[in-house]
């Protein structure tokens, strides 16, 4: 079935959802429907070619079949699995739920803990952002809610796990997390499929609320396979004193185009965002960052570093914006690029707003293939060439995966990674 | 007819730069642009058949381009009411002492007699769109070097002008090109033959003198195989009360091994909207050079650009932008490498004050075959105050292999330690703060004749005044 209103009347039935929770899906198909598609006009979509794109050839949701998702995660507190379109299945450590955890497919969620969803879904990762955020709020096909109460820390990470099989169809989790006051815990997000003749239409939104003095540690680990289309919104709401870090690791899909987003609305908030992609053969990624600091007396430090080859093409373009009251506020933004072919491209755009004069921002940007004399010096040392130039990209992504909040997450990344440079 | 607000410059402008002088015309046009007008002015200055044909086209194209939907606010801009051609006298100028006398006295406040009788070779100074006077140093005419009004480059030097002319910038390369290509008027034209070097820099004074006047001067600039000059394009306007429109189109050509500098100070009194498209192309190992300060206008939309045709070609700008009370400086610079084994670079240093906002917007362009490419740009921006700000838009496009490219940039305040460290000295802080500025824009002054260092550091100076306590 296509996205029409009756999808969307037919995916809220299968995830049982509240009527609320149905009504905002409705008015999100109404923005989905009066939007039209971004155009080469808009600066954001300049670089940007989704000509392949049939929106209204996918169908609206995915039957689960296949493989069951990913590798179990050791340890983890607590683990969400959704496999295609169906609601998600929740393993949670039980002294976590009497603590008051609360970890449930999304529109469980919705139901049985609406003073937690209904304010914060969708708002800020907004519908009417464009056609594509309209039509994941529209059709999102469910996701996970994780509230963890004031004062109450996880040590071991929480996963979700999307699984997608069929090609065809949209396939599009959204995740909600709600940290209270001086609350601190990891989260894993894993997107997973198999690459497929057909094309497919995903997301891996997440909407991120830190209370008074939270910590919380945020990984988006993408593996959709090569025929999907990712259209995804990160953003993360940063309270007083609170620290978000969020990283964004980008491997797989045909075409990704994620925007991760730091909303600094508490002084004394502090926002990391980091990023790693990888791309090659025809992928395209585009990033849009932005680091808003809304109030002073915050922090923000960005750093997003891929790796290029064959004819993959990325755009990273960043935006650094300090308002008018936000002095004493620091924000750091870098994007490295590494060029591993003759026919890779990257674009990089650092951009910085400022409108307070009490500030201190820096930002950088480099684009190049790898540095000849590191590659001799290590020819030098007997090393093949081969060889050093895996040691070399690896080293280069060894700087930001060092910041990945949780070992679990370093180990799977640095695996992925290990998988990739084959 | 639209409404154009009333922007106060400062009660005190005329005593700061003193620039004022009554208007006074031998041909003014209609306010408006009709072909009428257009073919009007070409009948005006007896061109050729060409290039009137090449205006009314280029008219077509400004009509039917929209305006810009990207930079600074345009909207006050109205065509309708904007004088397209003056003429203040009746011929270019051959001696100083053929100048009119209230011309002079202007000219005398820029100190041009003084920096000409010291070491400048010509003199092409202009005053309201025409150039009224002009000078070449005989040793250069002797070497075969070319520098007239470029009025007078199209009539003595035809087929040198049309192989050159509108082959940089077309009048459809955007709105402004294509409004400056109608209605072009005065400016420089250069040619300097192969091998040779202009030791000493050629020098230029803009002046736009009448209300609601707007300046289109075109400059075309050709430094053959193995030359060297230095251009120096100076601005300075008294004040107005209405709106005024500056859009110049420069184009430079510069050919295998030679190398142009061209410097600018841009010093608009603070109601003109200074929009000007200046590029260059630099064939094998040649090198460009913009060196260009944006003090004044209301609005400055300016990204001096260089084409890197050929490999071993070289493009450099370094930049200042002073943005004081009301104005925007969205200024920046263009480096496309089109041929491999081409180097550029960008030096951007703003200082924003009083509500002023300065934006970075830039562009490094490495196209595919453009192989062992660098390129490195750097932005400084200095904000003064709580209520100024600072953009920074750079644009990293790079589609080739072996390609460095590095991107960097600071915005912060003049710093708390170095304030106190002077004032401890017993340095006032109004001037501690004019001291810091001066330095922040050193690695600028310092690339700029001694004179306009001189000139510039006072200007800085009388922009601080009262920026503090």
Known sequence: ????????????????????????????????????????IDEEWRRVDF?????????????????????????????????????????????????????????????????????????????????????????FSGGTLLY????????????????????????LPHTLIVAGKGAKFNYLDEFLSPSLDQPALTSGSAEIFLGEGAQVGYVALQKWGRHAYQFANQRVHVGKEATARLFNVTLGARFAKVRVEANLQGPGG????????????????????????????????????????????????????????????????????????????????????????????????????????????????????????????????????????????????????????? | MAVVP???????????????????????????????????????????????KFRLRSLEIFRKKPMPNWGADLSHI?????????????????????????????????GIPEAERKFLAGVSAQYESEVVYHSLHKELSDKGVIFLDTDSGLREHPELFKEYFGTVIPPADNKFSALNSAVWSGGSFIYVPKGVRVDIPLQAYFRINAENMGQFERTLIICDEGSFVHYIEGCTAPMYTTDSLHSAVVEIIVKK???????????????????????????????????????????????????????????????????GKGQHQDAGAKMVHVAPNTTSTITSKSISKAGGRTTYRGLVKVYPQAENCKSFVKCDALLLDAESRSDTYPYNEVEAENVTLGHEATVSKVSDEQLFYLMSRGIPLAEAETMIV????????????????????????????????
């Open chain 1, 51 to 139: 000509k392949g794109l049939k929106l209204d050839e996918f169908r609206a949701f995915e039957e689960p079949n296949g493989a069951a998702p990913g590798v179990p995660i050791d340890g983890a507190a607590g683990v969400l699995r959704q496999r295609g379109s169906a609601p998600g299945k929740v393993d949670l450590d039980p002294e976590l739920a009497a603590k008051g955890v609360v970890f449930l497919p999304l529109s469980q969620g919705a139901k049985e803990h609406r003073e937690l969803v209904e304010k914060r879904l969708f708002s800020e990762v907004r519908p009417d952002r464009d056609k594509f955020a309209a039509v994941h709020a529209a059709l």
């Open chain 2, 78 to 110: 109205d065509f309708e009411n904007i004088f397209y051609f003056l003429r203040a006298s009746e011929k270019p100028g051959k001696t100083w002492d053929e100048v009119p006398a209230d011309v002079k006295r202007t000219f005398d406040r820029l």
């Open chain 1, 148 to 171: 963890v109460p004031d004062f109450v820390e996880i040590e071991q990470p929480l996963v979700g796990q999307y699984w997608s099989s069929g090609g065809g169809a949209a396939v």
């Open chain 2, 6 to 52: 009333k922007i106060n410059v400062g009660d005190d402008y005329r005593e700061k730069y003193g620039f004022f002088d009554p208007e006074k015309f031998t041909f003014k046009a209609k306010r408006g642009l009709t072909p009428e007008v257009v073919k009007e002015i070409s009948w005006m200055k007896s061109e050729p058949e060409w290039m009137t």
């Open chain 1, 270 to 422: 502090m926002a990391e965002l980091k990023g790693i992609y990888f791309a090659s053969d025809d992928q395209f990624f585009d990033f849009h960052t932005l680091q808003d600091h809304q109030v002073g007396q915050t922090t923000s430090d960005l750093l997003f570093k891929g790796a290029l080859r064959d004819t993959a093409r990325t755009v990273y373009a960043g935006l650094i914006r300090i308002e008018k009251d936000s002095a004493r506020s620091d924000a750091y933004q870098a994007n490295r690029n590494l060029l591993l072919s003759k026919q890779a491209k990257a674009y990089s755009i650092p951009m910085l707003e400022i409108i307070n004069n009490d500030v201190r921002c820096t930002h950088g940007a480099t684009v190049g293939p790898i540095d000849p004399e590191h590659l001799f010096y290590l020819a030098s040392r007997g090393i093949p060439k081969a060889v050093a130039q895996r040691m070399i990209v690896q080293g280069f992504f060894g700087e930001v995966a060092d910041r990945i909040p949780f070992e679990q997450a370093r180990r799977l990344v640095a695996e992925e990674l290990e998988a990739r440079l084959g």
């Open chain 1, 1 to 40: 079935m296509p996205f029409t209103k009756e999808s969307v009347e037919e995916i809220a039935s299968l995830h049982e959802e509240p009527d609320w929770l149905r009504k905002r899906r409705r008015e999100a198909f109404e923005v989905y429907e009066r939007l039209a598609l971004p155009s080469k």
């Open chain 2, 438 to 469: 001066n330095g922040f824009i050193e690695p600028f002054t310092k690339e700029l004749p001694l004179e306009y260092a001189v000139e510039l550091n006072r200007l800085i100076q009388l922009e601080m005044e009262g920026s503090v306590g």
């Open chain 2, 257 to 323: 091994g030679a190398r142009c500098r061209y410097t600018t100070i841009q010093n608009w009194s603070t109601n003109v909207y200074n929009l000007v498209t200046k590029r260059a192309v630099a064939y094998a190992d040649a090198t460009m050079e913009w060196v260009d300060g944006n003090l004044g206008s209301q609005v400055t939309m300016k990204y001096p650009s260089v084409y890197m045709m050929e490999p071993g070609a070289k493009g450099d700008v370094l930049s200042v932008a002073f943005a």
